[in-house]
């Protein structure tokens, strides 16, 4: 069973910095692109960021753009964002992706709309506090 886990969210005061990770317990990411997604207790899922499978791409939502990076490690499956100059705004349960179905020739390919990926992790809660 494909399974996305994220780890890494915690309480954190504006300014700090956190690290999710996001692991997948089989290929799930073979040629697939990585987001990260977040959502705000009544707000709408919101695009963070997203890494194609090759790394050679990357892209930020505009509230995150030169405060988050992206990252990930083939060899083990996971995925990464690093998460400085943390703001109150942040707070949200942040969750990754992955597409069903990619093969070597999307490899390249990435997506910022939710209706795009097809597995989805649990999320994990990142609080940031003023």
């Known amino acids: 069973q494909v399974q996305l886990v994220e780890s890494g969210g915690g309480l954190m005061q504006a300014g700090g910095s956190l690290r999710l990770s996001c692991a997948a317990s089989e290929r799930t990411f073979r040629w697939s692109s990585m987001a990260w997604f977040r959502q705000a207790p009544g707000k709408e899922r919101e695009f963070v960021a997203v890494i194609t499978w090759s790394g050679s791409t990357t892209d930020y939502g505009d509230s995150v753009k030169g405060r988050f990076t992206i990252s990930r490690d083939i060899a083990k499956n996971t995925g990464y964002l690093q998460m400085n100059s943390l703001k109150p705004e942040d707070t949200a349960v942040y969750s990754c992706?992955?597409?069903?179905?990619?093969?070597?020739?999307?490899?390249?390919?990435?997506?910022?709309?939710?209706?795009?990926?097809?597995?989805w992790g649990q999320g994990t809660q990142v609080t940031v506090s003023s």
């Open positions: 992706a992955a597409a069903a179905g990619a093969t070597y020739f999307s490899r390249n390919y990435y997506s910022r709309e939710e209706k795009d990926y097809d597995y």
